[in-house]
């Protein structure tokens, strides 16, 4: 498989702190994206970094992407409440498949 | 703008019938693909079209069948449900193959008995 693998697979915290996922991927890729899924709902794209980019923010988020570490993290700051979702990366190789990482489950407590 | 419909949303089939899962977009977009996501595992991609009359194989094709004679519509046809394909089942599109957001459907969950 060339599926990602995010890290780590579960994470809580307290509403105000910083949440920080990670994501390392297999292939070169053209581009790397974050999406968040609700429970029982379809994916919601976040933020996409290309590979001649180092870090992107985005409001509350923050990408950065290491091509020669093959890895990707996202930043949430001043979490909320409505930020509890799983958050998935997709690589973009060849503009034909994304590949979708495992996901990290984020739970913010209120 | 709907954005992308999946329909059914829920379905239970007896294993070896057939069925398709309908999926429309009304954003133009020419690239559409569809996933399967099982627990653990993410979501894998099945299918997928780069425009009308154009699709191939993604990384899990086995049982599944594809065809895209517009560029709104692009359903996946299961030939013979089995167990193994119970699954929950996204469809997305994007306006062009590579380096844009994929917008997805609500999902439809299946399961075979």
């Known amino acids: 498989s060339q599926q990602g693998e995010e890290d780590p697979q579960a994470l809580s915290i307290q509403e105000g702190e910083n949440a920080t996922m990670n994501c390392s991927y297999k292939t070169s890729i053209n581009n790397l994206q974050w999406y968040r899924q609700n429970s029982g709902r379809g994916l919601v794209h976040l933020i996409l970094?290309?590979?001649?980019?180092r870090e992107k923010h985005s409001g509350r988020l923050r990408v950065t992407l290491d091509t020669s570490k093959k890895s990707s993290s996202l930043l949430i700051t001043a979490s909320r409440a409505a930020d509890t979702a799983s958050y998935f990366c997709a690589t973009d190789a060849d503009g034909n498949q994304f590949y979708f990482g495992t996901g990290t489950s984020l739970t913010v407590i209120p | 703008n709907a954005g992308v419909t999946q329909t059914p949303k829920f379905q239970v089939l007896k294993t070896g019938q057939s069925m398709t899962l309908q999926c429309a977009q009304d954003?133009?977009?020419?690239?559409m693909s569809w996933y399967r996501q099982d627990p653990g595992m993410g979501l894998r991609l099945i299918h997928y079209s780069v425009g009308a009359g154009i699709t191939d194989q993604g990384e899990v094709p086995n049982g599944y069948n594809v065809s895209r004679s517009t560029t709104e519509d692009f359903p996946l046809r299961l030939l013979s449900a089995a167990p193994s394909q119970t699954s929950v089942y996204f469809c997305?599109?994007?306006?062009?193959?590579?380096?844009?957001?994929?917008?997805f459907g609500q999902g439809t969950r299946l399961t075979v008995v």
């Open positions: 970094i290309r590979s001649n980019e």
């Open positions: 997305a599109s994007t306006q062009r193959r590579g380096g844009t957001e994929a917008f």
């Open positions: 954003m133009n977009h020419e690239y």
